[in-house]
């Protein structure tokens, strides 16, 4: 494939530079995909541009991703407006006695819900800020929890979107005969270091082993001292508040089913259907109707008013995501993953190459925002290398997929990151920066492990 050469890394420089001084995700992802226009074709910026927002709406991917957070939304809405998600956080608390319990419930919650990093993000961050607000956590930190037990432990199990796709992209590329490739995935799960180690770091940040540093730190201070910023209280937070108000009403204890039934089917069916969470949220949504419109906890306009007001709800992280595809899409045509891959190909040797291959991979992932279809492209270059230069098949793939989940755990547009933020009800970039030191330490010794087993 033809590239741009340096030239190519130019629109994701800009953007991450231009994000972390405005800290204006969406802004900075435009700037950046003008740029790569520019580049490309300078007469042509604003018919290319329009084209590239329509082509974007039109892919299946991303009409995927809106539809299913989208539905996503609606049903959050729905089990906070009822009372449900009240309820839940209710009884969460009532057995939680203390900060570190509330941040170690969330924690577990995380691990629970498996099957998919966007179900995950949304699910765990609503359901728990309630009883995290109790004890004074920063939506920040609430937000590091569920990111970090979001595409890190979808990586890890062979039962989720992420492994479903990763075993399919294996077979497709010939690293794994067909058949073959879940097997294979699975031989990587012990060489997912990055993974491992960022799930297991939630409970040293939570029982205070590791300490608090630089802007998580002052997220917390502002939050014990009852000055903490909710997403500059915005509309949609405050609607959600207004929701739960509504829905105190219908709070008894045994009602706490009227959230676990909806969750607990979402995740069967998607899993039924072989890992759909599309299939997944629209049994559940109509499982909900049906359960809340036979209890009469809302009538079946309010009901329907609710399932907008979800939709709505996730327009801004969808917007982001959206952009975030865009600016992908003109990566790709830049040829950008292609000449980093390039570039490093002569001085890889075979002691050096699963670290090579880790730290170039999470180069790419963090600059692109793209943790599938980059690795669609690095899997058949990296693992035919991999062969030729006689490292293990299992160390190789253990290195992409932590290279992966890094990536997506540490861009602060990655569609886990701005969900996890949407979920928990606090600022992208607020949530991208604060986590930013806990994603880096596990990342230093997932290098340092992927060369000692190399």
Known sequence: MEHYGYISLLPACLAIVIAVITRRP????????????????????IPNLSELAVEMVQDDTVS????????????????????????????????????????????????????????????VGSSMKKVTDKYKVSRE???????????????????????????GVLESSGAAVEGEGMALYISAIPYMFYAWLTVAFVPLVVMGRLPLIGPMKSAELRAQNNTMVIESNTKDDLLLDDMESVGAAHVREHRV??????????????????????????????????????????????MFDAMLDGIKLMVPALTIITVAFMFKTVNDQLGMP???????QPVVTAKLLPLITFIVMSAVAFAT????????????????????????????????LSASSFGCHACFYS???????QGSGCDVMDHAL????????????AAIGLTIMA
């Open 26 to 45: 969406i802004g900075s992802l435009l700037a950046g995909t003008v740029v790569g226009l520019l580049i490309m074709s300078p007469g042509d910026v």
């Open 64 to 123: 995927w991703v809106i539809v299913v957070c989208g539905l996503m939304g609606s049903l959050i809405v729905l089990l906070m407006r009822s009372g449900a998600v009240l309820a839940f956080s209710n009884l969460v608390a009532g057995r939680v006695q203390s900060r570190q319990g509330a941040l170690l419930s969330t924690w577990i919650l995380g691990l629970l819900i498996f099957i998919d990093d966007y179900l995950n993000a949304l699910a």
């Open 141 to 167: 930190m609430l937000a590091y929890v569920v990111d970090s037990t979001a595409a890190p432990i979808c990586v890890l199990v062979p039962v989720s979107t992420w492994a479903v796709f990763f075993a």
């Open 257 to 302: 089913w009227n959230f676990l039934i909806p969750i607990i089917s979402l995740l069967f069916f998607t899993w039924l259907y072989e890992i759909d969470v599309l299939v997944g949220v629209v049994i559940a949504l109509g499982i909900t109707l049906l359960m809340f419109g036979a209890q009469r906890l809302m009538t079946w306009g309010d």
């Open 338 to 344: 292609v000449y980093i891959i390039e570039t490093v």
């Open 369 to 400: 925002g793209s943790s599938w279809g980059i690795f669609a492209i690095a899997i058949p270059i990296f693992m035919p290398m991999a062969e030729g230069l006689g490292v293990s098949a299992p160390l190789m793939l253990g290195a992409l």
């Open 415 to 421: 569609d886990s990151t701005v969900l996890a933020a």
């Open 434 to 445: 604060t986590q930013l030191p806990y994603v880096l330490l596990p990342a230093i010794l």
